[in-house]
């Protein structure tokens, strides 16, 4: 089973911020929280990862609770390209031997 | 930018059939990754590489799958004899350090 839950489906409106949450009440010490993104048909995209501070980057920015428990992916101005699947995976570094395992994601529909 | 090569990008077999998905990873990854995706699904490890060493098989089906690197490099997924219900995505993924790449994947039918 993923170690991680999130909604099956969201919706977000074109030029908002879309915020895609994510439960991993598991989580270990030493686990990166990433996300991927996965557009029909395309293989699986990197998009962040973070241990256990806010990251930011040029797609998006990730949020991390203080007891790491779960975060929140923010895409500041949602467009109409960003309509995919999102993964939210936990794990330790991948030089590591431990199982990579996604689960069905959140299905992203930005509305015009 | 660097990316991971798949190929081919579409399979169509018949059952009974022996299918093979090769890997380019990105250069200087010594991580490689194979994953199947069923229509719906979020992607299913398969096989785990770190060089030429297996160090995760717990989900491939051994008795039709094999998967090798032999150099470390490259990789080769197999398949036979291919049955209806491997129709799917191969999708491969290199990585170091903490992220992993993915390639545009393989879609495989099954007729």
């Known amino acids: 089973d993923a170690k991680t839950t999130q909604p099956p489906s969201m919706d977000c409106a074109e030029g908002r911020a879309a915020n895609l949450p994510c439960n991993h009440s598991?989580?270990?010490?030493?686990?990166?929280v990433y996300w991927y993104r996965q557009i029909h048909s395309q293989g699986p995209q990197y998009i962040i990862h973070g241990l256990k501070n806010n990251e930011t980057n040029e797609m998006a920015s990730l949020i991390i609770t203080e007891d790491r428990k779960s975060s929140t992916l923010i895409l500041p101005h949602a467009t109409l390209r960003d309509t995919a699947v999102y993964y939210c995976?936990?794990?330790?570094?991948?030089?590591?031997?431990?199982?990579?395992?996604f689960g069905p994601g959140t299905s992203l529909s930005v509305i015009p | 930018e660097a990316e991971v090569a798949q190929s081919p990008r579409y399979k169509i077999t018949e059952k009974s059939q022996a299918v093979a998905f090769w890997c380019d990873p990105i250069s200087g990854h010594a991580t490689l990754y194979w994953y199947r995706q069923i229509l719906g699904q979020g992607p299913e490890l398969l096989v785990q590489f770190q060089d030429e060493s297996v160090v995760d098989d717990s989900q491939l089906p051994k008795d039709r799958f094999s998967a090798e690197r032999l150099k470390g490099v490259d990789s080769t997924l197999k398949i036979q004899p291919a049955e209806l219900g491997d129709s799917a995505m191969y999708l491969c993924a290199s990585g170091k350090s903490e992220t992993q790449y993915f390639g545009p994947g393989t879609r495989l039918l099954v007729l």
């Open positions: 995976i936990v794990r330790v570094a991948v030089t590591s031997y431990d199982k990579v395992i």
């Open positions: 598991t989580i270990s010490g030493n686990e990166y």
